[in-house]
């Protein structure tokens, strides 16, 4: 049995995305480059979360509540911790569920609102640089 990480996992499921993009347009009779299609998905809501572990997620979270996220993020990384942290809030407050639970909660059950990758790397993973 082959185990994925969360990381190889995403890098898959973009792939697969812009595989799937540049399909559909020509579908529709356009024709897409893969940067093109790239481009596309990157903005897109992504239905399998955010690929990250719940044992990442905890101390993030907690450091984004405190307003203390480490200066060494991204804008990319720190948009989808804060985001993760609202989602974890919300679902704290209308369910009184202990942290780790709406961690695990959110990154099971939420939609991510895009692939939190700049171009530059999204680009990389889909021509298997990284």
Known sequence: M???????????????????ECRRAEQSGRRLSYGQALRRVLH??????????????????????SGKLPAWLSPMRRQ??????DKVIARRHATGCTAVDAIAHVLQS???????LSPATAQKILYHEL
Do not use: C, K
């Not at 989808?80 to 942290?85: G, H, V």
């Open 2 to 20: 082959t185990y994925l990480t969360l990381t190889q996992i995403r890098n898959a499921r973009l792939r697969a995305d812009v595989r799937s």
């Open 44 to 65: 897109r809501p992504v239905s399998q979360g955010y690929f990250v572990s719940v044992d990442h997620a905890l101390p993030m979270v907690r450091w984004a509540i």
């Open 80 to 85: 989808m911790w804060l985001e993760i942290t």
């Open 110 to 116: 939420s939609t991510a609102s895009r692939y939190f």
